[in-house]
């Protein structure tokens, strides 16, 4: 093979490098009327992400005429996040992570916090805790929460989520919010909005893995083999 072909296809192997994009909001939902709308979708996905409607599990029942994501029927015999769950008294929320998006083949993402607003009735739910999973398996216990009898929202703001993943193409992240020791079959836990105008923000870093355009490799190329040329005229001199 001629020399400076050689040198040609070493020069454009090792242009082949990590970019990082930064999207800080990766996830978003806008809590709105849970009987006009049973399931939200997201209004924010981060590029190369697949987000996942927030829902309820079916063990709840939306309240009729309520402007927010708001439900009853929180069994009053589950005084545990496990039992909740098995009663399928839960909300659901997350996504996938894709191969590709508009910045290139993704390699990884990594969350940094979560942040989200829920609020009780009186004869609500007492108990709340979030929870995420990776692939179904390793989880992971944002926050828990202990009303305390108190029917005031309650803000839940840029908890640390680091510690989950890094997460790779194809790994899915789900959240599982759960309510427990309901004073009232009727009690009612709803998301409110959060200044911002979302009940739910996650955010983090999609990372993306990009190949140079074929323009800018043969310009580095072709300046690479022009000094290599100089460089030997000037070593023969």
Not at 34 to 54: E, F, K, M, W
Not at 93 to 115: E, I, K, P
Request: hydrophobic share 40%; with cysteine.
């Amino acid at each position: 093979m001629n020399y400076k072909v050689r040198c040609l296809i070493l020069l454009s192997a090792t242009l082949l490098y990590p970019v990082n994009l930064s999207a800080d909001l990766i996830l978003s939902y806008v809590s709105s009327s849970s009987t006009a709308n049973p399931t939200a979708t997201a209004n924010t996905t981060g590029d190369g992400l697949i987000s996942d409607v927030l829902q309820q599990a079916g063990g709840l029942a939306a309240y009729p005429g309520a402007s927010t994501f708001n439900w009853k029927g929180w069994d009053t015999a589950n005084t545990s996040f496990a039992e909740a769950v098995a009663a399928n008294d839960s909300w659901t929320f997350g996504f996938t992570v894709g191969a590709t998006g508009t910045g290139g083949n993704v390699s990884s993402v990594d969350l940094t916090t979560l942040s989200m607003r829920v609020d009780r009735s009186g004869t609500g739910p007492d108990d709340i805790e979030l929870r995420a999973y990776v692939n179904g398996g390793s989880e992971t216990s944002i926050f828990t929460h202990d009303y305390s009898d108190s029917g005031e929202g309650q803000d839940f703001l840029n908890l640390d989520i680091s510690s989950i993943g890094p997460l790779a193409v194809g790994d899915t992240l789900q959240f599982v919010f759960s309510a427990f020791n309901s004073e009232g079959a009727g009690g009612t836990m709803d998301l409110e909005n959060l200044s911002s105008g979302n009940g739910i923000e996650v955010n983090g870093m999609v990372n993306f893995s990009s190949v140079p355009e074929p323009t800018s490799l043969l310009m580095f190329g072709a300046t690479a083999l022009i000094g290599l040329q100089r460089r030997r005229k000037n070593s023969r001199a």
